[in-house]
């Protein structure tokens, strides 16, 4: 029963974060490829703001978060999606830079490892019940 619920948490969590995902690609790639801005900062912004929306979807949705430490709560949420950031341009750059990879694919890649990440910090401490 545990395992069942976990699993559908998972899915609903990507299903998050596929919202997530094109905010996160969305403003990457304006910033990026239109306003010219370097790589490693629009991701920064892509990811910011995608963390933000994810954040709000999974207190309402995966979560059902009741907690009246909303402050908190997205502090925890945000603390555990900065050291994601830091994965994810850890990864972006070893794929990208150093292996000479595609930079969107790297980035896919990037943000499979991330996810797991973020679930699963903020399964055991931002959500935990």
Do not use: H, P
Request: hydrophobic fraction near 55%; charged fraction near 15%.
């Amino acid at each position: 029963m545990i395992e069942q619920v976990l699993i559908f948490k998972f899915l609903k969590f990507c299903t998050v974060g596929l919202s997530g995902l094109v905010i996160d690609f969305g403003a990457t790639w304006i910033l990026k490829e239109k306003v010219k801005i370097y790589r490693y900062l629009a991701n920064t912004c892509g990811f910011i703001l995608a963390a933000s929306s994810n954040y709000l979807l999974n207190r309402v949705w995966t979560f059902e978060s009741q907690s009246k430490q909303i402050g908190a709560e997205y502090i925890s949420f945000f603390a555990i999606a900065l050291v994601g950031l830091g994965i994810n341009n850890l990864v972006l750059w070893f794929l990208s830079d150093k292996m000479k990879y595609n930079f969107y694919l790297s980035k896919i890649f990037a943000t499979g490892v991330v996810t797991l990440w973020n679930f699963g910090m903020n399964f055991v401490f931002t959500f935990a019940k």
